[in-house]
């Protein structure tokens, strides 16, 4: 594989069998504070996940990204179980989360920014800790993260623990080679990408921008995000309540004109109201069962198909070092 690799939970795979991917998936989730109150993040049913994924594989996808990191409710050797009942590659990430997944008082507010840091590198490069989500983890398993997760909220970069946060992390993504999502709310795009490009040095195609797909109207916005050189994460397939699918083909095809087709992902991001193992309405597989068709009846090529899915996955995920 060269200088590069793609960690997955159940060991370092070759480019030839990334295959297709959806780099924004949440497929097991347990243990979080965040489900005392929340139905839509008790993804924690483990036979269940199984089978979502299963469905995936049996209509054409090979790998996915599980978006939930450290302390969030991630379960490594979970994800193990998944993978191998499936047969579906998983790339778990390190990193953190939006707020709401942390009790009061928990560590990760008060942890020292370098120490954050190392913390994230040691679960790319030796293995990721298990639980985290009430105390520090203690215990570190040999699985390697392949993805760094990082958010800005509605504050933007007015917060100083995000600041905190997103610069451990993007200082990780730069000691460790691994690319790193940002969870974003409308707010401080180019901020965020100045603050990671900019001043911390990491090059801007490691930076994979998530949830702008929420607004489908601005597209000049779009369209100056992109520009930066980062990977437009647009991962609100089947969250209707953003945009119908017409809309967000039609954003497809304007970044595209535009020149962007080498900068996009495609993910639908589910909670269990859409993953069809847990009641919901639609699946995990929905891009490849429905809204491919979508795009291939809109005119779509099969090179600008195999461009989304399968190489600009490779060359957004790739630990480079």
């Excluded at 451990?168 to 965020?192: N, P, Q, R, W, Y």
């Excluded at 603050?195 to 797909?213: F, M, Q, R, S």
């Excluded at 639908?268 to 847990?278: A, L």
Aim: charged share 25%; glycine share 8%.
């Amino acid at each position: 594989m060269g200088n590069y690799s793609f960690h997955t939970v159940l060991g370092e795979i070759d480019e030839n069998k990334l295959g297709f991917t959806q780099p924004h998936e949440h497929v097991y989730i347990v243990r979080t504070v965040d489900q005392r109150n929340c139905e839509l993040t008790c993804i924690n049913n483990l036979p269940r996940s199984a089978d979502e994924l299963l469905l995936f594989r049996q209509a054409g996808g090979n790998t996915v990204v599980d978006a939930n990191p450290l302390a969030t409710g991630r379960d490594v050797l979970g994800l193990q179980d998944i993978a191998r009942l499936s047969g579906v590659n998983i790339i778990a990430t390190t990193g953190y989360h939006i707020p709401k997944f942390y009790p009061e008082g928990h560590w990760i507010f008060n942890i020292p920014e370098e120490e954050l840091s190392e913390m994230f590198v040691r679960e790319i490069e030796e293995g990721m800790f298990l639980d985290g989500c009430y105390v520090k983890p203690e215990y570190q398993t040999h699985i390697k993260a392949g993805l760094i997760k990082s958010m800005i909220t509605k504050q933007g970069l007015s917060d100083p623990w995000t600041v905190k946060c997103i610069t451990a992390a993007g200082k990780a993504a730069l000691a460790s080679g691994a690319s790193i999502m940002v969870h974003t709310e409308g707010v401080d795009e180019l901020g965020m990408i100045d603050l990671l490009a900019g001043k911390i040095g990491l090059p801007t195609e490691k930076i994979l921008v998530c949830h702008v797909d929420r607004d489908v109207t601005d597209l000049e916005k779009h369209r100056k995000i992109a520009k930066t050189g980062v990977f437009m994460e647009y991962d609100t397939i089947t969250l209707f309540q953003f945009h119908s699918n017409a809309e967000e083909v039609g954003m497809l095809r304007f970044m595209i004109e535009e020149g962007f087709l080498d900068r996009i992902l495609l993910s639908t991001d589910p909670e269990t109201n859409r993953m069809h193992c847990y009641g919901g309405t639609v699946g995990i597989d929905y891009i490849l069962t429905h809204f491919i068709p979508l795009l291939k009846l809109n005119g779509f090529t099969e090179n600008e198909l195999n461009r989304i899915f399968r190489e600009n996955p490779r060359r957004a995920l790739a630990i480079r070092k």
